[in-house]
């Protein structure tokens, strides 16, 4: 099913998926695309906290950043005209999910997780400012985490996009024709 994106009743685009999926890439493109402002979640709380996630989870640990990310995405709900790339994590707290199915369309960028370790070992930013999630070697990690949340943001998609070989303006072409693949 196709439907014009403009008249879509919610005013807003979420884009969820795990790390190094391409969210803040895509999101971009699919913002400039629409005239939308583009927000990225860890962005505005590397901005608020100082410093980058990494840092400050080691000081203040995981359960205050979900919720300190959880405010975010509270705020960020009361917006409109927004893409906003989310953190990976944000659908693991039950009310998280509830804003997002409440108050965005949600765009799920779903990856293989062989394609995820490829990019976050080819990434510099995944070496400085994501966290390790479990203590565990990469492959082990994602396997892990993906498997935790891969229902997670199942439960909460309206459209779901393979992004494994697809180049960024595909993607956004996929997300305006609002396509469930």
């Not at 493109?29 to 590397?46: N, Q």
């Not at 990469?138 to 996009?161: G, H, K, S």
Request: with cysteine; glycine share 6%.
């Amino acid at each position: 099913m196709t439907r014009d994106i403009k008249k879509y009743s919610k005013h807003s685009i979420a884009i969820i998926g795990y790390r190094a999926t391409g969210k803040t890439t895509v999101g971009k493109v699919v913002a400039r695309e629409l005239g939308w402002t583009f927000l990225d979640m860890d962005d505005l709380l590397i901005q608020r906290f100082g410093m980058t996630i990494s840092q400050w989870v080691s000081i203040n640990g995981w359960e205050a950043f979900r919720n300190k990310e959880t405010e975010l995405l509270r705020e960020c709900a009361t917006m409109e005209r927004v893409v906003l790339a989310t953190g990976g994590g944000v659908i693991e707290r039950a009310e998280n999910r509830k804003v997002l199915k409440e108050n965005f369309l949600v765009v799920w960028l779903r990856s293989s997780v062989e394609e995820i370790v490829d990019r976050l070992s080819r990434d510099e930013k995944s070496l400085t400012h994501r966290p390790s999630l479990t203590e565990r070697g990469l492959l082990e990690e994602v396997w892990t985490v993906y498997a935790l949340r891969e229902p997670l943001y199942n439960e909460v998609a309206e459209v779901i996009i393979e992004v494994d070989k697809r180049k960024p303006e595909e993607i956004k072409d996929l997300i305006l024709g609002v396509k469930r693949l």
